[in-house]
């Protein structure tokens, strides 16, 4: 399993140097690179056309980026697009010209409190072309010239993204989305796509699911209301339980961040694995929410969908600079949300409504579950077997039981496994 | 603002020599003084004849009291009724003999606990006649012959309230209750009447207003009876939120009685203002109530009034003597409870139910309501706004998602505005 | 009322040294001695043949027991019935033959953490013989052959269970359970039959009781599920309460175990006595069960009992020991759980929904119940009073009113008393 974290590493070095954004090439050589990688030959790449309605919203122009620097007046080359693609504001214009010390300050993004960092801006909506510089670098400046150099292009194209199916039983769906439209940073916003893809990758490899899969990979914002201005009806019918999968490769903290109303299936499976899992997890507001769950859970859309996430966004001092680097997230990092992940999901697989075959406790004895002897001392798997039972009445998921009985629900599987096959439960519709 | 607080002051200190009582002359003139000051020529003043029976009970007698003294042995005059209206126990029969020190003191009411202070006495159902008089001055007496003399008179008469209906768009209305019937007493309760009045007099002044007002004026206990076996059906289908206006000039706390159940408009509006506004109001029970909440949320009355006061009856030291006088009572302190009781009417009047025209977020950057650059920090007000937003789905009123997103209501206010402007906001009925 | 407690203890005292179990004669004799001292002739008899089927079990075979001893190698008597019935484990097969030390310490049961005390075993379903020794003696055993001699039975027969119906004026019931299959232990178990037999008794010398009661005394768990698979179907149509009643006679907590979902009239009545008379009461999870509870609380049986104990079966040293004797019960231990329970069946018997006759508050002052001279201060039954009026609308029981006004609902027989005399209460079906 150590390495599992090292092949997510790997797969997000090899990512890393690449520019993305909302569109361009970027985005489709990432996503490419993810199939690839993880044998994902269902997942599939949509593109729709610059200028199409989605809902309040418009497809923005195509952005791609070849190069950006600027020449100093001594002559030198500062903020280099190939040495760190942060240097330059996303959706910049294209610009070649020279310009005042003066002027070009106006174009300059840095961050005073941490001088060493490149901050991560974008100005999708708006066009203006700019450079981001550590506040180190650009207290260096001198008076004079310089020459200011974008060469990228702003172009009627279209936005990318990437839908996986992976069928189960049911029509019920298990929603997972992340977002791949950052350019070099790592647990802001690697982390997401890559353990998504490992996630898929596992979920393909079960001999069967009971649930169906959803899988987005997206740029963020954009993308997230695009998918649902084409999908929401489905997934107003189908999906059970969402999870946008975000920052989820550091070392530090896990976090959770509910649905609107926080009680969806989402919310409780989300908690149940974290209280048992990692009980020092930050619970966040929905109303610290940034990402695409302000899609997911907006008025009308209303999808059971909370966000997992290690370090959250926003909450974390490399979080959008250049400092959120592959020294960030670990392979340790990545394996527990990873982890987290799958054990959310292999606790939605086992969760269904079960009813006990008998009137009062079943006789256990007889079938070598229960001591033949009697003394002081209780048994905790014995404990957990008769709570289970007495909850079992089928009006309860068995995810509803075992946050009843105080017991992480992986850990009743035997139980369960033994019941069925002593004919003392059935499942109820 | 200043000068309002001063001018409320003002008019407490017109009302405060007049001797009310729950029937009486005192009271008529107090009500028309109300009406004159503030211009409220729709305030009617309605008199119920002695023997109406009204539920279980019946209007009393009407008192009327001219003077009131004792003549001590040495000729000295005390418990002087033109010094004092607390002196002489209210609805005391007329009296005019000579008494024994010793039969004297079966009539004479003190605090032997607040030494220099009058006790507010009354008497209103069982005839007898009494003098209240501070323990320092009691202690003073000596043996000997007093003459005790009342002049009052317990007649047939009738008991008078006055009723105020200004009205609004709707035919749902905001009721606030408040008592004139005590005499020389300053918090409890000449500020109820006289913040209660000036809210009037500004609730008249406004354009146009939602909701319709019922206000009115009555005796404690007996007229709140007997204006609700007059009304009380009218105001089970129409009052959506009332407020019993008390103890509401001094300058120390801020406090809050809630409803029968707690959980009406009243009570959410109330709070919530409470809440933002000071924070460190104190929250009673419904069991500790005292005053007309009494009548107004009695088992089949249940009508959504709380009560919202500074100081509550019963748990201040002046609290029913001579010292609760105009002292205790202020210009900011009668300011603040003014202030309060706006805020929540005002909060009532913008609460309505909307809904978001567009699914997702709308695109509030083209709108010029949104950042069009990304930086790290975020605004608070866009965070409100779009918090706003996320709830606003037509199923929630304005202040059930004030309530939500931790945002006081009327910081809302322009938000709200500029959101219906864009046609992004629609009323839902 | 302490001879009350001193006779429940000389009961104990008599029912000690009888052998008993889940079946056999010593069952028969405690439950005769049971209905002879306490008059309660109407408590049946049953007995169910071994064989039977009850839900998923069956009627076991009835063990009965004459003698049993260990004559050690030096010729001494050891682990002698006579002396104390908890040296043989419950339910041991006959056995009279030597055998090596080595052979007799798998057949030994001592508890090394309390090396005084015998410990309680038995083997109900599954044929084995073993001895129950403290661990001082079995330290002493020397090397050598032993001859162990059990002169029991296991053969077909009955299981025992008493029942007994005493008549209300509605046919709703509170049920009473209690199990009296342990041998000489004390607090578990003989105070729970000794103290429901006290109760049986004074309910029988009411004059008249509101509900209908229906107790039984019954082996632990076989009984009650063989009672169940009898009576379940009337249970559920009549039971609104019901109460386990275990381990209630030593000096220490008071006790409380819900039901399963810890919401029925039991659970509110059981917590609302003990919250008033003995507010350092311990209130247990339904996850620690392991008495009857466990069937009455069972998937589709789910009648509303819940445990009132004094120290919780598992929870004290002395459980299932031969510590757990007429030393740790108590006269005075004995009558505390006697009067709990009784509170808790008198609180039902004044349960009841009433709705005031008039609208507002009554004038209680012309009724004498009210005080006719206002003062500062307030008065608590008046209060207490008021409260209970306010909330008293037809859709409470008096007892949710007093959890309501934090009374305890003894404290409101009177004033519902006086209420109902002046017509201002009528009962609500």
Same mark, same amino acid.
């Given at each position: 399993?150590?390495?599992?974290?090292?092949?997510?590493?790997?797969?997000?070095?090899?990512?890393?140097?690449?520019?993305? !954004?909302?569109?361009?090439?970027? #985005?489709?050589? &990432?996503?490419?690179?993810?199939?690839?990688?993880?044998?994902?030959?269902?997942?599939?790449?949509?593109?729709?056309?610059?200028?199409?309605?989605?809902?309040?919203?418009?497809?923005?122009?195509?952005?791609?980026?070849?190069?950006?620097?600027?020449?100093?007046?001594?002559?030198?080359?500062?903020?280099?697009?190939?040495?760190?693609?942060?240097?330059?504001?996303?959706?910049?214009?294209?610009?070649?010209?020279?310009?005042?010390?003066?002027?070009?300050?106006?174009?300059?993004?840095?961050?005073?409190? =941490?001088?060493?960092?490149?901050?991560?801006?974008?100005?999708?909506?708006?066009?203006?072309?700019?450079?981001?510089?550590?506040?180190?670098?650009?207290?260096?400046?001198? &008076?004079?010239?310089?020459?200011?150099?974008?060469?990228?292009?702003?172009?009627?194209?279209?936005?990318?993204?990437?839908?996986?199916?992976?069928?189960?039983?049911?029509?019920?769906?298990?929603?997972?989305? +992340?977002?791949?439209?950052?350019?070099?940073?790592?647990?802001?916003?690697?982390?997401?796509?890559?353990?998504?893809? #490992?996630?898929?990758?596992?979920?393909?490899?079960?001999? !069967?699911?009971?649930?169906?899969?959803?899988?987005?990979?997206?740029?963020?914002?954009?993308?997230?209301?695009?998918?649902? &201005?084409?999908?929401?009806?489905?997934?107003?019918?189908?999906?059970?339980?969402?999870?946008?999968?975000?920052?989820?490769?550091?070392?530090?903290?896990?976090?959770?961040?509910?649905?609107?109303?926080?009680?969806?299936?989402?919310?409780?499976?989300?908690?149940?694995?974290?209280?048992? &899992?990692?009980?020092?997890?930050?619970?966040?507001?929905?109303?610290?929410?940034?990402?695409?769950?302000?899609?997911?859970?907006?008025?009308?859309?209303?999808?059971?969908?909370?966000?997992?996430?290690? !370090?959250?966004?926003?909450?974390?001092?490399?979080?959008?600079?250049?400092?959120?680097?592959?020294?960030?997230?670990?392979?340790?990092?990545?394996?527990?949300?990873?982890?987290?992940?799958?054990?959310?999901?292999? !606790?939605?697989?086992?969760?269904?409504?079960?009813?006990?075959?008998?009137?009062?406790?079943? =006789?256990?004895?007889?079938?070598?579950?229960?001591?033949?002897?009697?003394?002081?001392?209780?048994?905790?798997?014995?404990?957990?077997?008769?709570?289970?039972?007495?909850?079992?009445?089928?009006?309860? +998921?068995?995810?509803?039981?075992?946050?009843?009985?105080?017991?992480?629900?992986?850990?009743?599987?035997?139980?369960?496994?033994?019941?069925?096959?002593?004919?003392?439960?059935?499942?109820?519709?």
């Amino acid at each position: 399993m150590v390495n599992l974290g090292v092949d997510m590493h790997k797969l997000c070095e090899r990512l890393f140097p690449i520019c993305r !954004s909302i569109t361009g090439d970027g #985005f489709r050589e &990432s996503l490419d690179i993810l199939r690839n990688e993880l044998d994902l030959q269902d997942l599939k790449t949509f593109e729709i056309l610059t200028g199409t309605k989605c809902f309040d919203w418009e497809i923005p122009r195509e952005w791609n980026i070849r190069d950006a620097y600027i020449i100093a007046p001594d002559g030198t080359k500062i903020c280099n697009f190939k040495a760190s693609n942060l240097h330059v504001v996303g959706y910049s214009t294209p610009v070649d010209k020279e310009v005042s010390l003066e002027e070009l300050q106006e174009h300059l993004y840095s961050l005073p409190e =941490q001088p060493d960092a490149i901050p991560y801006i974008t100005s999708y909506y708006k066009e203006r072309w700019g450079f981001c510089i550590s506040e180190v670098e650009r207290e260096k400046l001198i &008076s004079g010239q310089y020459r200011v150099y974008i060469d990228s292009d702003l172009k009627d194209g279209s936005l990318t993204y990437g839908e996986l199916i992976i069928p189960g039983e049911s029509k019920d769906e298990i929603f997972i989305s +992340t977002y791949l439209c950052h350019p070099s940073m790592a647990n802001n916003e690697l982390s997401g796509p890559v353990v998504t893809a #490992f996630i898929a990758n596992w979920l393909s490899s079960l001999q !069967s699911r009971k649930y169906t899969y959803r899988i987005v990979i997206i740029p963020e914002t954009i993308g997230s209301i695009a998918y649902l &201005s084409r999908n929401y009806k489905t997934m107003k019918e189908r999906v059970v339980a969402g999870f946008n999968i975000s920052c989820i490769g550091d070392d530090r903290a896990y976090s959770y961040l509910p649905s609107k109303e926080g009680n969806t299936l989402a919310d409780t499976v989300a908690t149940h694995v974290l209280k048992y &899992s990692h009980p020092d997890y930050i619970r966040y507001s929905f109303l610290e929410r940034q990402s695409d769950e302000r899609q997911y859970c907006s008025s009308g859309i209303d999808l059971p969908v909370c966000s997992v996430m290690r !370090s959250k966004y926003g909450c974390y001092p490399e979080y959008h600079t250049s400092l959120d680097d592959l020294k960030l997230v670990t392979p340790s990092g990545l394996l527990g949300g990873y982890n987290v992940l799958k054990k959310i999901l292999e !606790s939605l697989e086992m969760n269904e409504t079960l009813c006990t075959t008998v009137l009062c406790e079943p =006789q256990l004895g007889k079938r070598g579950l229960y001591p033949t002897i009697s003394t002081k001392e209780s048994n905790s798997i014995v404990k957990d077997m008769m709570n289970f039972l007495a909850y079992c009445d089928g009006s309860k +998921t068995n995810l509803e039981i075992a946050e009843k009985i105080n017991a992480p629900i992986w850990t009743l599987e035997d139980t369960i496994k033994k019941l069925k096959e002593a004919n003392l439960l059935r499942t109820v519709a």
